[in-house]
């Protein structure tokens, strides 16, 4: 007992100092945001002695961040969304059938998860604009979609294995189909591993930045991660802006994390008990 005691004490603490090293470096920008760049610069470490509110409210409006903003809300949720639905229907059919193929069909998903993203990047670039995409919301949306359906299947369907095979048995007995299995059994059972996608994948399309550097050129359709660039650009000399961008920039992927952290806690509890 003692020696199990020991044990988790050891992995508490590494687990708290990774947490910090993680953890200080916001908390130390999202405090840095509310000085004047004069204190800034005389006290970078330490809690401002005057909390300037308005610093939020001029790097909203220097940046134009509410359209940077409304651009990767719509690229971010449509890619989520348009990956978790395919990701899941193909992590059913693959999870659940024996077909000719499968093997195959898996083995090409999981392919998908060894290729450098950004490996694709001129083939892309050069599809885009030959089928008449380039400079739109599509260009990224199709690129995000495609790109995590591997990691996708490949949780979903480990998930998603898991399942005994009588819940089925007893739908299929009682004059369910195929879709409707999905939608009412399969899919709600799902929703701890499918918390997990979503969380992985938002996160990713959320602070993406090379693909929306090379394929939009439209200020109004530009994402965040481009206006923060462009806004640390002109504003080199004031960092308490920088930091108070960047800051707003964070809150939705935590609010995001905060909302669908029950979910993601009970897949990886049930991940470690079916295991």
Do not use: C
């Amino acid at each position: 007992m003692t020696r199990q005691r020991w044990k988790t004490t050891w992995i508490a603490l590494l687990l708290t100092v990774m947490s910090a090293f993680n953890i200080v470096p916001l908390l130390w920008m999202a405090v840095n945001s509310f000085k004047s760049e004069q204190e800034y610069a005389l006290h970078p470490v330490g809690l401002p002695k005057q909390w300037i509110i308005d610093n939020f409210k001029k790097a909203w409006e220097i940046a134009h961040l509410g359209t940077y903003f409304w651009n990767s809300i719509f690229v971010t949720l449509a890619s989520v969304a348009l990956t978790v639905f395919l990701g899941a229907l193909a992590s059913y059919f693959l999870s659940r059938f024996e077909f000719r193929g499968r093997k195959w069909v898996y083995g090409s998903f999981m392919l998908g998860m060894v290729i450098p993203i950004h490996a694709t990047l001129i083939p892309i670039f050069l599809l885009m604009q030959k089928i008449g995409l380039l400079d739109t919301r599509m260009s990224l949306i199709l690129p995000y979609t495609a790109f995590h359906l591997s990691i996708t299947v490949f949780i979903l369907v480990g998930f998603m294995s898991t399942f005994p095979r009588d819940i089925e048995e007893s739908a299929v007995m009682d004059g369910s189909g195929i879709f409707r299995i999905f939608w009412s059994i399969i899919l709600p059972m799902t929703r701890p591993a499918i918390a997990t996608v979503v969380i992985l994948n938002f996160i990713y399309n959320w602070n993406e930045f090379l693909f929306a550097l090379v394929l939009i050129n439209d200020s109004a359709l530009k994402t965040l991660p481009l206006g923060l660039a462009n806004f640390a650009g002109k504003e080199t000399t004031n960092q308490t802006l920088q930091m108070a961008a960047l800051t707003m920039a964070l809150v939705p992927i935590v609010l995001f994390y905060l909302a669908l952290q029950k979910q993601l806690v009970q897949g990886m509890t049930a991940g470690a008990v079916k295991g």
